[in-house]
C-alpha cells in the first residue's frame, strides 16, 4: 500500500537543499502561486539561513510588486541565479539583479514552458527560431542581464540551411506546483484554477530529471474520488502534497467559479471611466480587427483593447486568446492579466504557445518599453532593471499582425480639455507590421519592424 503524500508547507520547505535549482508557477496578481509553501520557504531561510545559493527558473511574472510571490526568494544569499521570463512583479529581485547580488537571466516565457517539456522528454533542448536577433541570441547578449551572468544558455544551430536557436536543457531539482484537489496518491486536479499554465510540463521536468514536485492544494479528496479526466497531473509525478484550506484563486480573489470555467457568472459593475489616453490607443487600435480573427492581446496598455471589445459587446466576433492558455470570456486587466471571466477554453499555456509558434495568431497587441525611429523594441531591460519580455517575442515574431500600443512618456502624460490639442509629450503609438517584414528587420532588444504610425 502507498503511503499518502500530504505533509505540511514547513516539511515541504525541509526539501529544498542548498543549491538546488526550482521551478516555480505563477502569474501576476495570484495566478496560480503556491503562496503557503513560499511563505514556508523564505520562513526557513530566515530563522536558518538555509537553503541557500538557489537558482529559479520562472516563465511568468510572479508577485505583488511587495513582498509576495518571487520577493519571497530576494534576499541576499537565498539566490545565486534567476532565469526568469518577466521580473517586473519583484522590484526586490530586480534590485538584487541591478546589484549584481545574483546572475540574472531572461529568456522568452514560452521558450521556458516549452524547454520544460524539452527537459521532462530527455532531449538536449529547445529548437525554435523564437528570439533570433533579439538580445536572446548569443550572438548579441545571450539573454544575460547582468555582469554576475556568464553562463551559456542558448547557441545557435544550423539545420538545412537555417538558423536555429537551441536552448539547452538543464535538471530541475524541485518543481513547486498548485492545483485545487488532490488524493492521497497525489494526483492533482486544477478544475477551479484560473488557469493551467506550464504546471503539467515543469512537473514532467523535475520527476524526470531525478527532482521532486511539491504540490499544494486547496482540498484533500479520498483516493479514487477524483474523476480521471479532471487529473491534471498525475501522482507519478508528485512526491508531496501540501493542504491549504483558505487557498485563493489570486491575492484579491477568494475563489471565483467564473474564472475557472466551473459555472458563468455575471461580471460586477463598473463606474464610468473618464475618457484617458489609453482609450484614445485602444479605439485606434481596435480598428486593426476583423471578423474571425485569432487574437492575442499583451500587458499593459494592449489588455485596454480588450476591454474596449468587451464594453462593445463584440467578443464573439473574434476569437481572443492569452498566452497564459484561456479563450474568449472577458480579460481581465492591470494586476490580474492573465485571468478570463466566463472563458469558452483553457489549456495548457506551453500548447498555447505551440499555436502561437506556429502562426496560429492573426493579430497581436503589444505594449513596448522603447520604441526606436527604426522600430526596434525593447520591453526587456528598463533603467539597468531586467523587465523581461513574458510572452512578448514568442508572439511577436511569429503573429500574422502586431499591432504596437502605448505612450511615449508613459510616466508623465497630462491631458488638456478636449477643446484643446494633445501636448506633444502625450504622443501615442499605433503601430502595425506584419511577421514577416518583424522577422527580416529585427535587431536589439526585441523583433519589430519599420510601420505606419499613427499618431494622436
Known amino acids: 500500500m502507498r503511503r499518502a503524500k500530504f505533509i505540511t508547507a514547513d516539511e515541504a520547505a525541509e526539501l529544498i537543499g542548498d543549491g538546488m535549482t526550482l521551478g516555480l508557477v505563477g502569474g501576476g496578481g495570484g495566478l496560480m502561486e503556491a503562496s503557503t509553501v513560499f511563505a514556508a520557504i523564505e520562513r526557513r531561510f530566515l530563522a536558518m539561513r538555509h537553503p541557500t545559493e538557489l537558482t529559479l527558473v520562472h516563465a511568468l511574472g510572479i508577485g505583488d510588486r511587495k513582498t509576495m510571490g518571487l520577493n519571497r526568494f530576494a534576499h541576499e544569499g537565498m539566490v545565486r541565479r534567476v532565469i526568469g521570463g518577466h521580473w517586473v512583479w519583484s522590484p526586490r529581485m530586480q534590485e538584487l539583479a541591478r546589484a549584481e547580488k ?8 514560452g ?7 524539452e527537459i521532462g522528454a530527455g532531449r538536449p533542448g529547445l529548437v525554435s527560431p523564437v528570439g533570433l536577433g ?13 555582469a554576475a551572468a556568464k553562463a551559456s544558455l542558448v547557441d545557435v544551430v544550423r539545420i538545412d540551411d537555417k538558423e536555429w536557436l537551441r536552448y539547452k536543457s538543464f535538471p530541475i531539482d524541485v ?3 498548485r492545483g485545487t484537489f488532490s488524493d492521497p496518491d497525489g494526483n492533482v486536479s486544477l478544475i477551479g484554477e484560473a488557469a493551467n499554465l506550464d504546471i503539467h510540463a515543469i512537473a514532467l521536468a523535475a520527476h524526470n530529471s531525478g527532482g521532486k514536485v511539491i504540490a499544494q492544494v486547496r482540498h484533500a479528496v479520498e483516493a479514487h474520488s477524483l474523476p480521471a479526466r ?4 498525475p501522482g507519478v509525478l508528485v512526491d508531496a502534497v501540501v493542504i491549504d484550506p483558505d487557498q485563493r484563486t489570486g491575492y484579491d480573489i477568494a475563489v471565483d467559479p467564473a474564472l475557472s ?7 460586477p459593475g463598473e463606474p464610468q471611466q473618464p475618457f484617458t489616453l489609453r482609450q484614445v490607443i485602444a479605439r485606434r487600435a481596435a480598428e486593426e480587427l476583423s471578423d474571425g480573427a485569432v487574437v492575442n492581446y499583451g500587458y499593459g496598455v494592449p489588455d485596454g483593447v480588450a476591454k474596449l471589445v468587451d464594453t462593445r459587446g463584440h467578443g464573439e466576433r473574434y476569437y481572443q486568446s492569452i498566452e497564459h492558455g484561456a479563450y474568449g470570456g472577458t480579460l481581465l486587466e492591470g494586476s ?5 471571466r466566463n472563458p469558452s477554453a483553457i489549456i495548457d499555456a506551453p500548447s ?3 499555436f502561437y509558434s506556429g502562426g496560429g495568431l492573426d493579430i497581436a497587441f503589444l505594449g513596448f518599453g522603447q520604441l526606436d525611429a527604426a522600430g526596434n523594441v525593447n520591453v526587456s531591460k528598463l533603467a539597468g532593471l531586467p523587465v523581461g519580455p513574458g510572452g512578448f517575442i514568442d508572439i511577436a515574431q511569429n503573429a500574422r499582425k502586431v499591432v504596437f500600443c502605448g505612450t511615449f512618456d508613459t510616466k508623465s502624460t497630462t491631458l488638456r480639455p478636449a477643446t484643446a490639442a494633445l501636448p506633444s509629450t502625450a504622443t501615442a503609438t499605433c503601430a502595425s507590421s506584419s511577421s514577416a517584414s518583424t522577422r527580416s528587420r529585427s535587431r536589439a532588444r526585441s523583433r519589430c519592424a519599420r510601420r505606419r504610425r499613427w499618431s494622436t
Open 102 to 109: 545574483i546572475e540574472a537571466y531572461v529568456l522568452p516565457a
Open 111 to 117: 521558450v521556458i514552458m516549452q524547454l520544460y517539456r
Open 134 to 146: 533579439t538580445f536572446v541570441d548569443p550572438r548579441q547578449d545571450g539573454g544575460r542581464m547582468n
Open 175 to 177: 518543481a513547486i506546483i
Open 230 to 233: 479532471q487529473v491534471n497531473v
Open 261 to 267: 470555467g466551473e459555472r458563468r457568472g455575471v461580471a
Open 336 to 340: 490580474l492579466f492573465g485571468y478570463a
Open 352 to 354: 498555447q504557445f505551440d
